[in-house]
């Protein structure tokens, strides 16, 4: 069905943000259309509207709020999860017309422009399904009828112990493989019983109803590796901290959730002690791509407020985009931009079809540490006016900071991934 060719499509660099009123952008866009498929045409934008109208303004109101704030009942948080469940974004991956390389570009397209819109946000709002995904995977219809896609979803793995242990899932850079995490499911007979925390780190972790749950899983023998879960977190026993206060993607919801003694079903288990690390695994590949084509989306924002304002603001007596030191810098950040983005293309495309960890990982790093030196670097463009709350630059810097932590910290990652080569 889309016979373009992917490299290309995601080499042209889709400017309708930086000036969308202009000429030249439109068309340029024009020239887009006829490689883009029309379901990428009208994905794209679609949520470029909905990366405007809602994430952008709901985004910068929630980076003001107190966590607590941002998610009280009449939080305007929650219009930007009606409005996303209002696109129907699950549609296509209901659609069994698309190739899985189609849906994997079709995803990636989307995520770019959910991270262009806002990327604390964006994670949020794309978490939801992680729950309903895992729970298809058990065939159980009790559970996959408690995941619907209007039940938000939560990814909770990391521990107060436990961060970078529990990312390291070949044990490569730690000493002992078998450890005792803060959380344990403990086999009971035809249940497990949940006991421990999860740390404050977990997405949407406040207010998530159900969760993908990683932790230790142990038997009458003992501790025997880790295990995964999908936790209806309405059941008795499940209780929640307060909401993680953070520098950067302050739309994005985290918070601890306690378990006492929570009953789960045998059968609520995705993978046990021996599926546990390629199971990891393979969410994590998932998991860094999709960061990687977010966080291209972020760093593509940040360019492109650059450049608007390097033709606005005139010093030297012309607009600072006409000195020559400042295109150069502008060139680096568009070559930058583009290198994360193509790197993130492939990687999806490989997903798709043959999962590679440390692609996926080469394509987070890269995304992230883009979006990080990008955002810095259009800061020094915008000169004192980027350091004030009135433009948007200096939550873009906040917020790719963050980004080289999450789903795992770069460094540790990139161990991860070299062992692979
Ligand atoms: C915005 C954001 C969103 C997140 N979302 C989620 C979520 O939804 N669910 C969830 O469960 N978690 C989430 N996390 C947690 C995230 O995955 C962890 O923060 C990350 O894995 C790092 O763990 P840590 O913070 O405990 O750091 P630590 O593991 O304590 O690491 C501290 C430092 O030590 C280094 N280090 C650690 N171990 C080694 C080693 N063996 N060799 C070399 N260096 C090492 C690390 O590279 C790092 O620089 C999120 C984090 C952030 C910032």
Redesign the pocket.
Known sequence: MIQVNPIILFHLYDRSNAAMTSEVNAVTNEIFNEVLSETEQAVRDTLRRFALDVMRPIGKELDNLTPDEAIAKDSIYWEAHKKYAELGMDQFTADDSLTPVELARINALSSEMMGWGDA?LA?SLG?GAMPQNFAQLTGNADLIARCTPDRIG???????G???????MYG???AERKFRGDCVARKDGDNFVISGQ??S?????SFAENAGL?CTYEDDKGVQGGGAFVVPLDLPGVSRGKPTD?I??RP?N?GEIFFDNVVIPADYMIAGPDQYDDFLHMVLTGANAGMGSLFAGLARAALEHAVDYARERVQGGKPIIEHQAVKTRLFEMFRKVEAARALNLHAVTHNAVNPIFELAVASKVTSTRTALEVATEAMSIYGGAGMTKEHPIEKLMRDAS??V????????LG?LAAARL
């Open positions: 604390g994670i978490l939560c990814w909770a793995v990391t521990e107060p436990h961060g970078s242990d529990i990312v390291d490569d850079e730690r999860k740390s780190w977990v997405s949407n972790g990683f953070k950067g993607q994005l985290q963050v980004s932590i999450e789903d795992g910290e770069n460094t540790l161990i």
